[in-house]
């Protein structure tokens, strides 16, 4: 059997709950959902902002080539300033939004689009969970394949010092002596292979994290427990956030729609001016106001398109909601699928490797006793080394076949 050490589920759990944390922080994918989430909270607040009363002010010198004045008083030498040389005004409106169902209904797609962008980072935040399992699992595998290969090369290296000693007391022919100088050569090839895994594996599960991960790290036990039933899983897809994004997408749609209908209804709106100057004119007066409600009603053509348009928008809307409810229990379907052929070849596995085992210690008798070719004990090598890489490849698949089916299914991980 494997030369691996185990750990329990909760210390194996321990250590796969470490990475998934170190996630949280480390993964940029992640970071990049949490600002478009803060993206969308900021257009939310733009969009209900508008709905409050705004101030404009403007001010301006003018300077004039001739004055304008007309005395009113001749006793009191009274006069009134119609354009002065230099005149300055100043103004200063209050406007209020009375009546403006675009904006309205905008403001609460603008809702509906901040509460998607939420349920997107969660989204995400289960693909990186998705992603740091498998890679997890992928960098445990590939350090026992090397383990494996390293065991393997020794055995090949052992084989040819024994051949090497028999050769020159001409007991083995030259030719049983080149396959075992072959067979180590190939040995080596596969243990450069295995390093190189373990370096790519590394580098991705440090990428996804932003943590070093150890040198070493185990496999995990085998958890033989049946998967829940598949219609009971695919009715959960509906709690999945990626289905709830889409339905809060279309809601948006829907309301933006809406807000496109209601551009032939009038606006109403009420607003106060209050008018600094020093050309006081006939009113005497350097400040003045004025207040009122005012009425904007426009048609046009474009307006009528956008409506159409808008109304497409909402279709396609609800039909991509459509599509995640279908594409959720197809990812749901896979992942039992997987993990059910994981169940069968996790047996499969152990079985295929104490078969080789045992198959290579015949071999060994046989050609000891003559009985066999030393093509046959290399044969049977190479089998043990196959099972085991089998085996490995069926534990990680094992494990992170169930871990893909909790996400996949709205469901914690363990």
Avoid: C
């Avoid at 705004?54 to 119609?82: C, R």
């Avoid at 075992?180 to 050569?185: F, L, R």
């Avoid at 600094?276 to 005497?284: E, P, S, V």
Wanted: charged share 20%; proline share 3%; hydrophobic share 45%.
């Amino acid at each position: 059997m494997l030369g691996l050490v185990l750990v329990s589920v909760s210390a194996q759990a321990e250590n796969v709950k470490t990475f998934l944390d170190a996630a949280e922080q480390g993964s940029v994918e992640l970071r990049i959902s949490v600002e478009q989430r803060n993206r969308a909270a900021a257009e939310y607040r733009q969009a209900w902002t508008a709905l409050l009363p705004s101030l404009s002010a403007s001010a301006g010198w003018t300077h004039n080539q001739y004055n304008a004045e007309i005395t009113l008083n001749p006793v009191t030498g009274q006069k009134a300033v119609i354009i002065p040389y230099d005149q300055f005004d100043a103004n200063f409106r209050f406007e209020l939004p009375l009546i403006d169902t675009g904006r309205w209904f905008r403001m609460a797609a603008a809702g509906a689009s901040e509460e998607a962008a939420v349920l997107r980072e969660q989204v995400m935040r289960d693909l990186v969970r998705r992603q740091v399992v498998a890679s997890y699992y992928g960098y445990a595998a590939a350090l026992a394949v090397r383990e494996s290969a390293k065991k393997s090369a020794g055995v090949a290296i052992e084989q040819l010092k024994l051949m090497e000693i028999r050769a020159k007391v001409g007991t083995v022919t030259e030719l049983d002596l080149l396959r075992a100088k072959a067979e180590a050569a190939r040995t080596r090839q596969v243990l450069a292979d295995t390093e190189s895994l373990v370096a790519t594996s590394r580098r991705t599960l440090r990428t996804l994290t932003g943590m070093e991960p150890p040198q070493t790290l185990p496999l995990p036990e085998d958890d033989t427990t049946p998967a829940a039933a598949l219609a009971e899983l695919e009715s959960r897809v509906e709690q999945l956030p990626a289905v709830q994004a889409a339905d809060k997408d279309a809601q948006a749609s829907g309301r933006i729609a809406t807000s496109a209908r209601l551009a032939i209804v009038p606006l109403v709106s009420a607003q106060f001016t209050e008018r600094l100057t020093n050309a006081t004119g006939f009113a005497g007066q350097a400040s003045s106001f004025n207040t009122g409600i005012n009425l904007t009603w426009r048609l046009d053509v474009p307006t009528f398109m956008g409506m159409q348009a808008q109304a497409a928008n909402e279709q396609v809307a609800l039909l991509a909601g459509d599509r995640a409810r279908l594409q959720a229990r197809d990812q749901v379907n896979a992942d039992w699928q997987r993990l059910q052929a994981a169940l069968i070849k996790i047996d499969a596995a152990k079985a295929q490797v104490d078969a080789a085992q045992r198959a290579t210690q015949v071999a060994k008798d046989r050609y000891a006793a003559g009985a066999a070719t030393q093509v046959d004990v290399i044969q049977a090598e190479r089998d043990v080394f196959g099972a085991e890489v089998s085996q490995i490849q069926a534990r990680t698949e094992l494990a992170t076949a169930r871990a893909s089916l909790r996400i996949s299914a709205a469901l914690p991980l363990e």
